[in-house]
Structure formats: structure tokens, C-alpha cells
């Protein structure tokens, strides 16, 4: 006799299960909104992962990486350095090289053309004036490629 309203107490509890366990804001996914200053923000951080093993099997390299308490926006000068929340940039340095480029984008980092062999990349997490605030190098081995097939001659 109460068989159905059983039924409906079940459905509810577990559409309200369901509905509760793939519940989330804007603020899980994204964060804290960047249009809000943040008072006594807490200390900047890099992190970076190694390279994609996909496309390094193939020569290339494609490293990500992502920051913590810091937007990455092509922003710069001692001005910058009052904004809320904190911006800056990335320094990369391949093999130790004297220079290196600046990724202001956040995105993955793409390095081609390395000979095999053992490689380094340094990531320098810097303020707007380039000082620097953190920084990970990310070690790896590009593996010997096949030698492309020369084409007939005609
Ligand atoms: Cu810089």
C-alpha cells in the first residue's frame, strides 16, 4: 500500500544524491574571482609538470604548467606590483642557455627542434618588475628519432 510513496522517498533521496555529488560552483572550478583584492594573499607558487609523454616520444616538447596565488597576463612595470590579485610572468631558459623567453600566456610551453639527448628547462616565476619568486627546472630525455626516408630521386 505505501509501495509507491517508498518509491518516490527513493527517487528523491537519490536524485538529491545525484544532484548533490556533481554539484559545483564557478568558485571549485576556476577560483577565487580575480576581480576581488585580496588582503594579506598568500606567498605565489610554480608548478610545473614534465613534459608531455606523447609528444616527446616524438621529439617535441610540451610542458605545462600552472601557478598558485598569481594570474600570468602580459602586464608589466612597478605599477603592477600593487595590483590585487598578484600578476606576473614566466622566465624560460632551455639548457642553461645566457637568455631566455617570457611566457605571459599560461599556457602550455612548447620547446622544438632539441637534438636526443638529456635537456633541461628552467621555469622562473617573475613579478612584473622580472624579479623572480619561485622557480622548477623539469629534466628529460628526447629519444633518438627515426631518420626521415629520403625521398626518390627524379
Ligand atoms: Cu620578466
Redesign the pocket.
Known sequence: MYAPLDCMAVLAASTLFAATAVAQTARDVRGPSPLVAIENEAPARLIVDSPLAEQLARGLVFIQYATENLRVVPV?GKGALDVSPRIG?V?VTVDDAPWHF?DASGETVIVVGLKPGPHKVLFEL?DPT?RVIDSKTVSFEIPPQPKPVPSPAR
Open positions: 608589466f610572468h622566465h617570457v617573475a622580472h
